[in-house]
T-cell receptor
């Protein structure tokens, strides 16, 4: 199967610090990766789409300077939440799409708590 | 109107029941349809993947797509307590991000 690994699974940080979340496709190459945010009992909200070697495309209302996305290789994308504040506390989930098919595989998610 | 509409539930059924989960969509260009299962505080897990109209069966799960009525269904036979989760339908046109429904919370009571 297609495995997407996401780390860390849970992070607690102080307000004003930056947090980096990693997303790796373990057994396939992903030309496109997606980052989602999910609030309790709500659906997934797409934040941005990233293609390997290109700048990420952010959805309307998502601050690109706050949520930095890097997709440096076909197996790794990172999301950095800069100068985190309590309102950034949420569940962040990455997803990767295989080169040869139109299926998105998801990581296990990262629970971010900003104090 | 949201592109993919899904009743959020919650839906509660006894163990062994047949569960029917449904979504409607508005974008006639959608060609790919998926169902994901999400346990609490976990990432979504792909259950079923369908291209265009038709049925697809995998074990206790059957996915149906009716493009003429823009209707997507997932049936779960012989439901088990371990099936208790949130089920998300999703669709797209191809090389575009998936558009998700809100998800339906299902509880299967032993």
């Amino acid at each position: 199967g297609a495995v997407v690994s996401q780390h860390p699974s849970w992070v607690i940080c102080k307000s004003g610090t930056s947090v980096k979340i990693e997303c790796r496709s373990l057994d396939f190459q992903a030309t496109t990766m997606f980052w989602y945010r999910q609030f309790p009992k709500q659906s997934l909200m797409l934040m941005a789409t990233s293609n390997e070697g290109s700048k990420a495309t952010y959805e309307q209302g998502v601050e690109k300077d706050k949520f930095l996305i890097n997709h440096a290789s076909l197996t790794l994308s990172t999301l950095t939440v800069t100068s985190a504040h309590p309102e950034d506390s949420s569940f962040y989930i990455c997803s990767a799409r295989r080169v040869d098919e139109n299926i998105q595989y998801f990581g296990a998610g990262t629970r971010l708590s900003v104090l | 109107q949201k592109e993919v509409e899904q009743d959020p539930g919650p839906l509660s059924v006894p163990e062994g029941a047949i569960v029917s989960l449904n979504c409607t969509y508005s974008n006639s260009a959608f060609q790919y349809f998926m169902w994901y299962r999400q346990y609490s505080r976990k990432g979504p897990e792909l259950l079923m993947y369908t291209y265009s109209s038709g049925n697809k069966e995998d074990g206790r799960f059957t996915a149906q797509v009716d493009k003429s009525s823009k209707y997507i269904s997932l049936f779960i036979r012989d439901s088990q307590p371990s099936d208790s989760a949130t089920y998300l339908c999703a669709a797209n046109t191809g090389n575009t991000p998936l558009v998700f429904g809100k998800g339906t919370r299902l509880s299967v009571i032993a």
